[in-house]
């Protein structure tokens, strides 16, 4: 099942792609500055590709139904194709800012956090996205984005107060650009699905009847579905993937070196003060929030830090 999934994600793809080749070519004068991916044409006919794949994997559901058992074949497709939607439409969205309870950043801004945001978003040339903060002794930050809505920037009050101006703004670059990096059909439609599986798995673990006994919670259903939706996350978020947003948000910061002395210093504060996340969202994070020993080999995301930082500067430890 995976790796049909992955065949039919990249041949769309690959089908998006040749569509807007010519398109981008008249705009490659005004992005030749950076490689960076051009998103001001992609993002709407990004969520539009989204869409029309949820509509034809409900038609092909149906049309097998009725293949394989006609009039109760459809039945069945149809139950099967509502339910596909239901998931998506109840369980689609990231719930990281609900789970941290994190406040937009309206008004009063102590950071320079939009100033920047605004500066670097010029840059790139992308929609500046919203920006939230959230109370948490863990130094951090995320990004988390659906096709057919804005994206956002989360970063914990640890970060904010840890890190001066200039760190905040190598920090504010590199989840820019992790966003920019996003904006592909096969991410979003993957994480609409990883979103979906772990949404519905944790929903059916607080109804397990040992959990009304036991203040210790057990999560059998997510225990079962977290290869499936790992296999997912994989597809699209690959060290070399990591890699690739480090290096392209290098090229729009003066000096890579505070970005890997922002990673290193990250990297500690996670290893001595984990955060507790919502299940399979640690992709979304600067580095793992999650202590690396404590995961599962297939839970761990990100490429070991000493890699990431030979990469950037060419030496490790900072």
Request: aromatic content about 12%; some cysteine; glycine content about 6%.
């Amino acid at each position: 099942m995976p790796l049909i999934l992955a065949a039919c994600l990249h041949s769309w793809e690959m089908y998006l792609n040749m569509g807007l080749a010519r398109t981008k070519k008249l705009f490659s004068t005004h992005s030749s500055r950076l490689n960076v991916r051009w998103i001001g044409l992609q993002k709407p006919g990004l969520w539009v590709s989204v869409w029309l794949f949820i509509l034809s994997s409900s038609l092909v559901l149906l049309w097998s139904g009725y293949t394989l058992g006609e009039r109760e074949g459809l039945f069945l497709g149809l139950i099967a194709s509502v339910f596909l939607n239901l998931l998506v439409f109840i369980f689609g969205k990231s719930n990281l800012i609900q789970f941290f309870s994190a406040e937009q950043v309206r008004g009063q801004d102590p950071w320079g956090l939009q100033d920047s945001l605004v500066n670097l978003s010029e840059t790139i040339g992308m929609n500046v996205p919203t920006v939230y903060v959230f109370e948490h002794n863990s130094a951090n930050g995320f990004t988390i984005g659906i096709p057919w809505k804005p994206s956002a920037i989360g970063l914990s009050t640890a970060l904010l107060n840890k890190l001066n101006q200039q760190e905040r703004h190598a920090v504010l670059g590199y989840l820019l650009i992790q966003i920019n990096q996003s904006e592909t059909f096969l991410y979003g439609v993957t994480t609409i699905l990883v979103n979906a599986l772990s949404g519905m798995a944790a929903s059916i673990d607080r109804f397990w009847p040992v959990n009304f006994f036991f203040d210790k919670k057990q999560r059998p259903f997510l225990f079962l579905l977290s290869p499936l939706i790992w296999v997912l996350i994989k597809m699209v978020r690959t060290s070399k993937s990591y890699l690739k947003i480090d290096a392209l948000a290098c090229e729009i910061l003066e000096d890579r070196k505070i970005l890997a002395e922002v990673f290193w210093r990250l990297q500690g504060l996670a290893e001595t003060c984990p955060m507790a996340i919502p299940p399979c969202s640690s992709h979304h994070f600067i580095v793992n929030p999650e202590s690396q020993k404590r995961s599962f080999f297939y839970e761990k995301t990100h490429p070991p830090m000493k890699h990431r930082l030979e990469k950037l500067v060419g030496y490790y430890p900072i």
